[in-house]
């Protein structure tokens, strides 16, 4: 009886043991962290853009790694299917060609979507000048969807990107608040939430872009990130025009929605007044049948004209989320 229990307690610990050195190694990063941040020159792409054009046109874009509206459910689509919908999104894209495309949830050769650099598969396709890159979620193994283990991301390498016809003269990548209230071992295979901050020459002017994607999940988090972004904005603006763009995982109808702040000061504009929040036109989540606004243009109405804006419903299902194109003026 003794040995049969000492075998027992051994295989016990034996488990134990594995488990923990897989989570340890799950959750250790496929990258030095000083490569989580990088700006780039394109190949054989040369800025298109007059030197003395005081206009700039936008789209920011949550991609979903191009996952449709699989993304985050127990689904494993094909690599024909990523494959298609890379094709489609950069046809649908070529017919609206801006001077800065702000991307969020894009796959730098993760496993889920087949190891593909979706950020230099669509720079070079659109023939952008120049971009900038960062790391958000860089783990070896991400045992998520978790059943059935098919499923699993695995190997996680994504972020978020912005590609201009602007020459980038700075650039820095900035970890938000993280939720405090999640256990260790959930925290740990968890994405950082990010600001990528891109200063960029517009003619003879320096202009700000920020492009963002904050917490989905947690109500207070979210709010505590949006109201640090407002405050940076606003001290901004005061030196130099600023654009702030991403997915803010904010609706309007939200109980105490954070992203109102951004619609309370007269210092900051969008690309939609706050009487037409939750249009039809203004719905951006999801693809399938859009309910909510998620997705936002704000600019410092100090230095900018707001030309046009529109929700771009014709680029489908690649993401579950629509783009959204504004077009602004340097006053």
């Known amino acids: 009886m003794k040995n049969k229990f000492k075998i027992v307690l051994y295989i016990i610990i034996v488990l134990i043991l594995g488990i923990l050195a897989f989570f340890f190694w799950a959750k250790s990063p496929n990258l030095d962290k000083s490569e989580y941040a990088k700006v780039m020159k394109f190949d054989g792409n040369e800025s298109s853009k007059n030197n003395n054009d005081s206009t700039i046109s936008l789209i920011t874009y949550n991609i979903g790694y191009l996952s449709g509206m699989t993304n985050n459910t127990s689904v494993r689509p094909t690599e024909e299917f990523y494959d298609k919908n890379l094709k489609d999104i950069i046809g649908r894209l070529k017919k609206y060609p801006v001077d800065v495309l702000a991307l969020q949830e894009i796959d730098f050769g993760g496993n889920r979507s087949y190891h ?33 283990i098919s499923v699993h991301f695995k190997k996680m390498l994504s972020g978020q990107a912005v590609m201009s016809n602007f020459e980038i003269v700075d650039y820095e990548r900035v970890v938000l608040s993280r939720v405090q209230s999640q256990p260790y071992y959930y925290s740990s295979m968890y994405l950082d939430r990010l600001v990528e901050r891109i200063k960029v020459k517009v003619g003879d002017q320096e202009v700000m872009i920020f492009n963002a994607h904050t917490e989905a999940f947690d109500q207070k988090t ?17 030196t130099m025009p600023v654009v702030m763009l991403g997915d803010f995982n904010s609706d309007p109808s939200y109980d105490n929605a954070a992203i109102l702040e951004m619609y309370d000061d007269d210092r900051i504009g969008a690309m939609c007044s706050k009487e037409d929040l939750l249009c039809d036109k203004t719905l951006t989540y999801p693809t399938d049948k859009p309910i909510e606004q998620l997705d936002f243009v704000f600019f410092s109405t100090k230095h900018f004209e707001l030309l046009d804006w529109k929700v771009l419903y014709d680029l489908g299902e690649v993401s579950d989320h629509f783009p959204v194109y504004t077009s602004l003026k340097l006053k």
């Open 116 to 148: 593909v650099n979706q950020y230099q598969e669509l720079a070079q396709a659109l023939k952008f000048y120049n971009g900038c890159r960062s790391i958000n979620w860089d783990k070896k193994y991400v045992p998520f969807p978790y059943f059935p």
């Open 222 to 238: 979210r709010t505590q990130q949006i109201l640090f972004l407002k405050d940076w904005f606003l001290r901004t603006a005061e």
